[in-house]
């Protein structure tokens, strides 16, 4: 059995032992794979294993024994799952790995926006509180979380994790989600276009899927508060980048942060 691992860096730059997976077959590992080189790479392979290397329709079709298609991380959209189901190859991702880093990734991004601490932080160091008039300074408004409002857009694993913590600062949490959850009673379910004009905070943690992309366009942008935050831990194409920024000029959002993958 042969197994190609197409880009393992991202999983183990160098800390991890790739020992057990040797122990299964002839096994290449590959610190990064660029598209063109999937085929030739695993030319052979019974199982390709991909954190971010895409593959696509025409790989799997040019992939004759290929049998499954291990994706090391959540989101599995770099993966034509339609392909592989036509081929009968089985297609797995790790769906809890992150689900509290994620949550913590969430947090640090919105307190930075509402306190901006690494500025004032910087600003201290260079002299700025020493200078002022008064005991205190702040370049930027200082954001209280408790009693404000966070929408969070799609109820799983990371979602549920975030509306708890927000739950400790003290916020009212609205959310949504593409299947019925059960949730505490302190969460309320409502739909879109509800979340975006109540929410001061919304979060984005749903998959990248045809139904998801571009979910964030000029309408629902134009929906929310003009100083509410958005940020979004999931997948950048959740939002339409030409809408984005006119929206954010327009009503002078105070931050729009998203993680590129």
Same mark, same amino acid.
């Given at each position: 059995?042969?197994?190609?691992?197409?880009?393992?860096?991202?999983?183990?730059?160098?800390?991890?032992?790739?020992? #057990?997976?040797?122990?299964?077959?002839?096994?290449? /590992?590959?610190?990064?794979?660029? =598209? $063109? $080189?999937?085929?030739? &790479?695993?030319?052979?392979? #019974?199982?390709?294993?991909?954190?971010? @290397?895409?593959?696509?329709?025409?790989?799997?079709?040019?992939?004759? &024994?290929?049998?499954?298609?291990?994706?090391?991380?959540?989101?599995?959209? /770099?993966?034509?799952?339609? @392909?592989?189901? #036509?081929?009968?190859?089985?297609?797995?991702?790790?769906?809890?790995?992150?689900? %509290?880093? *994620?949550?913590?990734?969430?947090?640090?991004?919105?307190? #930075?926006?509402?306190?901006?601490?690494?500025?004032?932080?910087?600003? *201290?160091?260079?002299?700025?509180?020493?200078?002022?008039?008064?005991?205190?300074?702040?370049?930027?408004?200082?954001?209280e979380l408790d009693g404000l409002?966070?929408?969070?857009?799609?109820?799983? %694993?990371?979602?549920?994790a975030v509306a708890e913590l927000?739950?400790?600062?003290?916020?009212? *949490?609205? @959310?949504?989600?593409?299947? =019925?959850?059960?949730?505490?009673?302190?969460?309320?379910?409502?739909?879109?276009?509800?979340?975006?004009?109540?929410?001061? *905070?919304?979060?984005?943690?749903?998959?990248?899927?045809?139904?998801?992309?571009?979910?964030?366009?000029? $309408?629902?942008?134009?929906?929310?508060?003009?100083?509410?935050?958005?940020?979004?831990?999931?997948?950048?194409?959740? /939002?339409? $980048?030409?809408?984005? =920024?006119?929206?954010? %000029?327009?009503?002078? %959002?105070?931050?729009?942060?998203? &993680?590129?993958?």
């Amino acid at each position: 059995m042969k197994i190609v691992v197409l880009d393992g860096f991202t999983l183990n730059p160098g800390d991890l032992s790739w020992d #057990e997976l040797k122990s299964l077959g002839d096994c290449e /590992i590959y610190d990064r794979t660029p =598209p $063109e $080189e999937v085929v030739k &790479r695993a030319a052979d392979a #019974e199982i390709v294993l991909t954190n971010k @290397a895409p593959v696509t329709r025409e790989s799997i079709l040019a992939l004759p &024994r290929l049998k499954y298609i291990g994706v090391l991380a959540t989101g599995y959209n /770099i993966v034509n799952t339609a @392909a592989a189901r #036509e081929r009968d190859i089985l297609v797995t991702n790790v769906p809890t790995y992150g689900t %509290r880093s *994620v949550a913590q990734h969430t947090f640090a991004l919105l307190l #930075e926006l509402t306190q901006h601490a690494g500025h004032h932080a910087q600003t *201290v160091r260079d002299g700025r509180w020493t200078k002022s008039s008064d005991f205190c300074y702040w370049d930027f408004p200082l954001v209280e979380l408790d009693g404000l409002t966070m929408g969070i857009v799609g109820y799983g %694993r990371i979602g549920k994790a975030v509306a708890e913590l927000a739950a400790a600062f003290g916020m009212k *949490v609205l @959310a949504t989600s593409a299947t =019925p959850k059960h949730a505490p009673a302190n969460i309320q379910f409502t739909d879109l276009a509800t979340l975006f004009r109540q929410s001061d *905070v919304i979060s984005l943690h749903c998959p990248l899927t045809p139904q998801t992309k571009n979910l964030l366009n000029k $309408e629902r942008l134009g929906l929310m508060k003009p100083t509410a935050f958005l940020l979004n831990t999931s997948r950048g194409a959740l /939002i339409d $980048e030409q809408a984005a =920024p006119d929206a954010n %000029r327009d009503r002078q %959002r105070a931050g729009l942060h998203r &993680r590129r993958t």
